[in-house]
C-alpha cells in the first residue's frame, strides 16, 4: 500500500508502461526519491482483472519493451554502463526462455517508438533522485536464472536438429 504523499512526489503509474512492470517502475521510482518500503510474505493481493489470457507474443512484446524502458527511464547512465553486460544477458535469455523473436523485436521497436516520452521523464527522476548509486546497486543486483542460457540453447538446437 502507498500513502498519499507517496504519489503526490512519485505521480501515478506510468501510461507508457500499458501493462507489466508498471508496478516495479512506480516501486523503483519511489525508491529513487527515497521512500523505503517494507516486505510482507503473509500478504495477499487480489486483482480485479487477470491478464492470463493475453496473447503469449504480445506478452512478450510488452515485456520486452517494458523491461528496456524502465531501465532507460530510472536508471543513471553510469549504472547503465555498470550492468550493460546484465542487461544483455538478461534480454538475450528472456529471447531464448521465451521465444517469440518477431515480437521481441516489435517490442524493440516499442522502445524507440516511446523513447522521446521516456527521456523527458527520465530528465526529471534524475534530478529529483536521492538515493546514492551504491543504495541502487543494491537493488539491482540479481542472480543468473537457475536454467542459464546453455539450457536454452541447447533446448533451441534440439527443436531445429531433431
Not at 67 to 79: E, Q
Not at 95 to 108: D, K, N
Not at 112 to 118: A, D
Not at 129 to 146: A, N, T
Request: some cysteine; overall charge positive.
Amino acid at each position: 500500500l502507498y500513502r498519499r504523499g507517496f504519489f503526490d512526489v512519485c505521480g501515478f503509474f506510468d501510461p507508457d508502461f500499458f501493462a507489466y512492470l508498471e508496478d516495479v517502475d512506480i516501486g523503483l521510482r519511489g525508491r529513487l526519491l527515497g521512500f523505503h518500503y517494507l516486505l510482507v510474505p503473509q500478504s495477499l493481493v487480489y486483482h480485479q482483472s487477470h491478464g492470463s489470457a493475453i496473447n503469449h507474443a504480445f506478452y512478450i512484446q510488452l515485456v520486452t519493451q517494458n523491461r528496456l524502458l524502465l531501465f532507460i527511464k530510472n536508471i543513471p547512465t553510469s549504472r547503465w554502463i555498470k550492468f550493460l553486460p546484465k542487461i544483455i544477458y538478461g534480454q538475450f535469455y528472456f529471447l531464448l526462455a521465451y521465444g517469440h523473436l518477431f515480437a521481441s523485436i516489435r517490442g524493440y521497436m516499442g522502445v524507440i517508438r516511446k523513447l522521446p516520452s521516456v527521456w523527458s521523464k527520465r530528465k526529471d527522476i534524475k534530478q529529483a533522485k536521492v538515493i546514492e548509486d551504491w543504495e541502487l546497486d543494491q537493488l539491482l543486483k540479481s542472480e543468473k536464472p537457475r536454467e542459464g542460457i546453455r539450457h536454452h540453447l541447447r533446448k533451441l538446437l534440439k527443436r531445429f536438429f531433431h
